[in-house]
Nanobody, 128 residues
Framework: VQLVESGGGSVQAGGSLTLSCSTS????????MGWFRQGPGKEREGVAT???????AYAESVKGRFTIFQDDAKNTLYLQLNSLKPEDTAMYYCAADSGRCTRYGGRISRNRADFAYWGQGTQVTVSS
C-alpha cells in the first residue's frame, strides 16, 4: 500500500487549497480513507474520513469549510480546504485501512488507531 500526498503550501487566512492523495497497491474502492493533521506540539487528529459507500465524517473544527471526496477511477483521495485559518496550519496526512470504516455509535471513525496505512504528509501553512 502506497499513499502519496500533494497540494500543500502556504496561503493567507481565508484562502483555499486542494490536497490530493495518490494511492497504489490495493483495491481503492474497498478501503476506508481519511485525512489527518498534526500541528506543532499537537496530537495527530482526524480531520475527515470517508467510507467506501461515500459516508463521511468531519471534525467539528472543519465542518462547512473542508470537503473530503474521491475519484475511484483515479484511485485518488482529495481534501478541499476553504476559508483557511491560521489554526489549520499543520502537516496533513492521508490514511487508509482495509475494508469498511470502523464505526462508533453509527459514525465512521476518525481515530488514528483505526488506520493502518499512512502517507508521508504535506505541509499546510496559513498566515494571518
Amino acid at each position: 500500500v502506497q499513499l502519496v500526498e500533494s497540494g500543500g503550501g502556504s496561503v493567507q487566512a481565508g484562502g483555499s487549497l486542494t490536497l490530493s492523495c495518490s494511492t497504489s497497491g490495493f483495491t481503492y474502492s474497498s478501503y476506508c480513507m481519511g485525512w489527518f493533521r498534526q500541528g506543532p506540539g499537537k496530537e495527530r487528529e482526524g480531520v475527515a474520513t470517508i467510507d467506501s459507500d461515500g459516508t463521511t465524517a468531519y471534525a467539528e473544527s472543519v465542518k462547512g469549510r473542508f470537503t473530503i471526496f474521491q475519484d475511484d477511477a483515479k484511485n485518488t483521495l482529495y481534501l478541499q480546504l476553504n476559508s483557511l485559518k491560521p489554526e489549520d496550519t499543520a502537516m496533513y496526512y492521508c490514511a487508509a485501512d482495509s475494508g469498511r470504516c470502523t464505526r462508533y455509535g453509527g459514525r465512521i471513525s476518525r481515530n488514528r488507531a483505526d488506520f493502518a496505512y499512512w502517507g508521508q504528509g504535506t505541509q499546510v501553512t496559513v498566515s494571518s
